[in-house]
């Protein structure tokens, strides 16, 4: 109870030093402010796109490459549905073509930039599914110090009791001060993936550019201290509800994802025993544990939550496992060499606790459900780089993501097709069209699945960079064949696409005893089950044409698909470890025809 008050007190003290900052930052504020006022040529400069004029709005800038240039961006955003990422991409895409002196519509290469500007026209021949701009490359600034990628949205509808800015979808974009103006999202390229990754360190302020002045640095300051703001309040309500013995007693009951780590760790003793582990996000401290049955010389069991490092401790301590220091700073070790550290990892790197480079191996579990939402994957690559020895393992070293499509027995439809006698199917409907706007977490039965297994995308762990974990990927489903021979297709109906993932311990590093932890709904269900994306409408599927021709849509019941085409992009959430997965279907038929649908977005927060 005394640590408790004492990191509430802690926490107060930090309030009252933010709001001393934030007083001194609104007079500041107040005098940039005057000072533009007084005719200071800092007004926001917007670059056309296409050629030299600058407007000081994005609307003035949109309607002048509308009259001038062919290029409408309101109906481009509106007809291929372009979030803010889209258009971001869009923007810097136009950009670079311009450069070239290529046509970004037909992609034709002019001889000069007048002659660009001549043949400049309506864009053609674009499809949802193949859009060139739709390249992550593009999310990269072309253009230094472009204001336009942080501004384009600003005559988007805004609620002014409210200081929340939104994309056009309506997703949160970032919660910022009162005193915080639009200009400051055009800081530095750093800002916008400060809004993206999972793990900013809270007070780090944005480097200045060169020439950049002091006003300049004031209003991206004030932007980073909002976001660090709002990223520490999830921090600790994501640490905080780790405090929770229940959710503990739920992972370490998952008798599949335990014994997968406990055979990894324990049954390699060529990799663990005399190795110095590092343990990040030991909870309980289960898997250090591990790690010193297995023989570690000495495992730093890292943890976040300071009541679950106490925890970590003092179970640590009861098996004569803890490492001790005396205060004299002299050492001793009565047979303990878990050393438990409370602290975020991005925190201990300026600690020095741990010398850099100085681990063998590292382990973790930081999957979150659909493998990606709250996991804590970008701490674990902060810890491998700053940590982990040249050659040294990542345990898991290796994870990969499945789709699939289920059909309507994994949707609440059966229950409420049959409540004691009577059909309640209208209920289970509705259920149904609800659920095509949020991803559900729930445990598919193998049978229920309609589709063969399409991999979606694999990640190495042992080499991946943070912002992989941003990815698009294209799968066709099939209908899953029958294991009858000579029995006649049917039609089935898919009503949507599960996720799940799988985490491997290869003989990579695992010499002796490789293993791999599956969610898959052919497995036994684990506590992160799969996350199902519920289609807007279901598409029939067959894997033999009907006998009967029929000009019918294609994914119909009288016009069944025979495969489903399923772009898939998941990047991390602006809020922070939340995820946005967005889906795309395409049905086609048998003679080659396709049936497109709307891309359906949904976000994992």
């Known amino acids: 109870m005394e640590d408790n008050e004492e990191e509430l007190n802690n926490i107060q003290d930090i309030d009252d030093d933010d709001d001393v900052e934030e007083e001194e930052e609104e007079q500041n504020w107040d005098d940039w402010t005057a000072d533009g006022e007084e005719g200071e040529e800092d ?73 660009l500007q001549d043949h400049l026209h309506e864009p053609s021949g674009f499809e949802n599914s193949n859009l060139p701009w739709d390249n992550d490359m593009y999310l990269k600034p072309y253009m230094e110090e472009d204001n336009l990628l942080y501004s384009f949205d600003e005559d988007e509808e805004v609620d002014d009791d ?27 390229l750093n800002l916008l993936k400060s809004c993206k990754e999972n793990e900013v360190k809270g007070g780090t302020s944005v480097s200045a550019t060169n020439g ?22 999830v921090n600790k309500d ?27 760790i324990v049954d390699n003793p060529s990799l663990i025993k005399g190795a ?18 297995g023989g570690a010389s000495m495992v730093n069991a890292v943890e976040a939550s300071g009541k679950m490092a106490t925890v970590a401790s003092q179970i640590a301590k009861d098996n004569g496992l803890l490492w001790n220091e005396v205060t004299n700073g002299s050492t001793k070790q009565e047979n303990g060499v878990v050393k438990v550290i409370n602290s975020m990892v991005e925190d201990l790197i300026e600690s020095g606790q741990i010398k850099p480079k100085s681990v063998d191996v590292l382990v973790s579990e ?79 039965d193998g049978n229920n699945l309609v589709t063969n297994t399409a991999l979606l995308q694999a990640f190495d762990l042992a080499t991946m960079k943070p912002d992989e974990v941003d990815f698009t990927a294209s799968v066709q489903l099939e209908q899953k064949s029958s294991n009858s021979t000579g029995v006649e297709s049917t039609t089935t109906k898919c009503y949507g696409v599960v996720l799940w993932f799988e985490t491997s311990f290869t003989s990579r590093f695992c010499k002796e005893a490789p293993t791999v932890l599956s969610t898959s709904p052919y497995t036994p269900p684990t506590h992160w089950a799969q996350t199902l994306l519920t ?42 470890r939340s995820i946005d997965i967005s889906l795309e279907v395409t049905a086609i038929g048998f003679d080659g025809q396709k049936q497109k649908w709307p891309v359906q977005l949904f976000n994992m927060r």
Not at 171 to 186: H, P, R, V
Not at 224 to 231: E, Q, S
Request: with cysteine.
């Open 366 to 444: 930081w999957m979150g459900y659909c493998l990606l939402y709250e996991s804590m994957l970008s701490s674990v690559l902060v810890a491998r780089d700053h940590w982990l020895k040249p050659g040294g393992a990542i345990l898991p070293d290796t994870a990969t993501m499945f789709v699939a499509g289920f059909g309507k027995g994994a949707t609440s439809i059966p229950f409420w097709e049959n409540v004691y006698g009577f059909n309640m199917s209208s209920i289970g409907n509705e259920l149904v069209k609800d659920a095509a706007h949020i991803p559900i977490v729930d445990v598919v």
């Open 43 to 115: 007004d926001l400069q917007l670059l056309c796109l296409f050629c030299e004029n600058r407007f000081k709005s994005s609307g003035s800038l949109f309607d002048h490459c509308f009259s001038s240039h062919s290029f409408d961006f309101k109906t481009i955003k509106t007809t291929f549905k372009l979030d803010f990422y889209g258009c971001f991409k869009l923007i810097n895409y136009v950009r670079s073509q311009v450069a070239n002196n290529q046509c970004w519509s037909c992609g034709s290469t002019c001889k000069s930039r007048q002659a």
């Open 535 to 576: 289609l807007n409408e279901p598409i029939s599927l067959s894997s033999k044409m009907l006998t009967t021709k029929s000009r019918a849509m294609v994914g119909s019941e009288v016009n069944p698909a025979v495969k489903i085409g399923a772009r898939i992009s998941i990047a991390r959430g602006v809020e922070h």
């Open 238 to 264: 994501y640490f905080g509800s780790y405090s929770s013995f229940g959710i503990h007693k739920e992972m370490i009951s998952d008798k599949v994802r335990t014994d997968a780590y406990r055979q990894a």
């Open 212 to 233: 950049e002045s002091s006003d300049d640095k004031r209003s991206s300051n004030s932007f980073v201290k909002a976001a660090n703001r709002d990223i520490m309040i």
């Open 276 to 293: 110095v582990v590092l343990d990040v996000g030991c909870g309980t401290g289960i898997l250090s544990l591990f790690a010193a049955q």
């Open 162 to 188: 409210d200081d929340t800015v939104r994309n056009i979808d309506g997703f949160e974009k970032m919660s910022i001060d009162d005193e915080t103006d639009l200009e400051s999202y055009a800081s530095d």
